[in-house]
């Protein structure tokens, strides 16, 4: 098995060329040709998460967060983005990141964390021009029964692990119709206005954007790494569908750069 055996199977259902203009997917570390025998899967890679790598004789680590958003001028112990790289090569580790191209399928993050709500008739939030039925951003659904707002939020917290969640101001009606996008979302609320989701959920809500609802709908900030951390599981399913003898691994390490102090 090389490297591009197992993107090229990612990418069967999320191109690359579905990425946004601003990203980096796709081989961040290593050789296409490099053959691998192990994969360690996360959100985001670390320098925790290269050890990890190292412990498992893992040869290749797949995230869905690139570690190389800009170029790099020189590999120095500066930054903690040039001593991963160094030390990922100095294991022979190869390093392939699935972000936005995945954000963007109908088959990926999004559709991952409404299926985790139990939301049904799933379409995409934001559908793409050119491949409307396959890509585009978010995704909207149903609940088959309607439940109150505080129940749904309390559905939220517990499908995503979270200790607790930033809400707009609660409208007062059952939530049915619901609209989300895992990771930052914000541009798409009005879509989810424009289609009348009861409910939207995503992450990285700035302070001003809680007032557009204007009661019109539930706004729900559930943090960025919590809504989109099924991503991991979607790529192991994706991989081991294809080539069930693979070894791929969802890491131990725990990426989320966001910590929580809850008042007792």
């Excluded at 869905?64 to 090569?89: M, N, S």
Aim: aromatic share 6%; hydrophobic share 40%.
């Amino acid at each position: 098995m090389t490297v591009k055996d197992i993107m090229t199977c990612i990418t069967e259902i999320a191109p690359l060329q579905w990425q946004e203009h601003y990203d980096n997917a796709g081989l961040q570390v290593g050789d296409l040709n490099a053959e691998v025998h192990k994969a360690l899967i996360a959100l985001d890679v670390t320098e925790e998460l290269v050890d990890e790598a190292v412990a498992k004789n893992c040869d290749l680590i797949i995230s869905h967060h690139p570690l190389i958003f800009r170029g790099l001028k020189h590999l120095t112990p500066e930054t903690y983005i040039e001593r991963v790289v160094v030390k990922a090569v100095k294991h022979d580790i190869a390093i392939v990141s699935m972000h936005t191209n995945l954000d963007n399928s109908y088959l990926g993050v999004s559709r991952v964390l409404a299926e985790r709500l139990g939301l049904t008739k799933l379409c995409l939030l934001q559908p793409s021009e050119a491949e409307p039925d396959v890509c585009g951003a978010g995704m909207i659904g149903e609940f088959p029964t309607p439940m109150g707002e505080i129940d749904f939020l309390q559905l939220v917290a517990e499908q995503i692990g979270s200790p607790c969640l930033k809400h707009s101001a609660l409208t007062g009606r059952k939530i049915s119709k619901v609209a989300l996008c895992g990771g930052s979302g914000t541009p798409f609320m009005p879509d989810a206005l424009r289609q009348k989701a009861d409910a939207y959920l995503t992450a990285d809500i700035k302070y001003h954007d809680f007032f557009v609802p204007e009661g019109n709908i539930l706004l729900v900030d559930g943090g960025h790494f919590e809504t989109e951390q099924f991503t991991k599981q979607l790529i192991k399913e994706i991989i081991q569908k294809k080539f069930p003898t693979f070894a791929a691994e969802i890491a131990a390490t725990n990426t989320n750069a966001v910590h929580y102090y809850c008042k007792k």
